[in-house]
């Protein structure tokens, strides 16, 4: 069974103490805090899997979500869309092929992509080993 990001975010687990699990943003402004390695539990197999370091509002209530990736071998997140919300990925890993208003590139480890706001975009794993990678989700304010 295959899992978009999005499906992902339903299913992680409690993030780190005081977080809450599911889409709505932890109570209160992010505390400054180290996400440890260890104390994050990552949900999906092999071919898919992912763990959310934090969803909550900044001191100026703007909603921000920071979360990993790691796709198997042609492994894509999920079918393009767009959204509103703004999207910054860093590849740690492999290689992601991304797909962005039509057009498609590899990006490498070391590489930082930008989807921005209501751009039909989606990525997949362009390599034969895992590729891993952060988003960092820019959600802005509630309406």
Known sequence: MEFSRRDLGFLLPALAAGNAAGQSPQAGTLASK???NGQIVYEG???KKGRRFFYGKTHGGFNLEMHETVLGEGTETHAPHKHEHEEIVIV???AVETYL???TEVAEAGSVIYFGSNQMHS???AGRAPCRYYVVELR???A
């Open 140 to 142: 802005g304010k509630e």
């Open 92 to 94: 740690v890993e492999g």
């Open 101 to 103: 208003e039509g057009k």
């Open 34 to 36: 180290v996400y440890h």
């Open 45 to 47: 197999d092999a071919k």
């Open 123 to 125: 990525a997949r794993n």
